[in-house]
């Protein structure tokens, strides 16, 4: 099981979102899908990658 490149964080460990509905300002939180390490190792992800088209890109290169 190689590691993934998170799909909600693009590997980043973060991401913005908005503060609320009336205040539409960027909140900078922590990744709860990969714990903020940007990468995810799980036996559903290995599936959902090589089988994702829009994904296939995030997928580590062998040899690199």
Same mark, same amino acid.
């Given at each position: 099981?190689?590691? *993934?490149?998170?799909?909600?964080? =693009?590997? @980043?460990?973060?991401? =913005?979102? $908005? ?5 539409? %300002? &960027? =909140? %900078? %939180?922590?990744?709860? +899908?990969? @714990? ?6 799980? $036996?559903? !992800? &290995?599936?959902? !990658?090589?089988?994702?088209? +829009? +994904? *296939?890109? +995030?997928?580590?290169? @062998?040899?690199?």
């Amino acid at each position: 099981m190689e590691p *993934k490149i998170c799909p909600r964080c =693009k590997g @980043n460990g973060f991401f =913005k979102v $908005k503060e609320s509905v009336e205040r539409q %300002v &960027d =909140k %900078v %939180v922590q990744c709860p +899908l990969c @714990n903020s390490e940007g990468e995810v190792r799980d $036996k559903e !992800f &290995d599936e959902y !990658f090589n089988t994702h088209p +829009l +994904l *296939k890109s +995030l997928h580590p290169q @062998n040899g690199s």
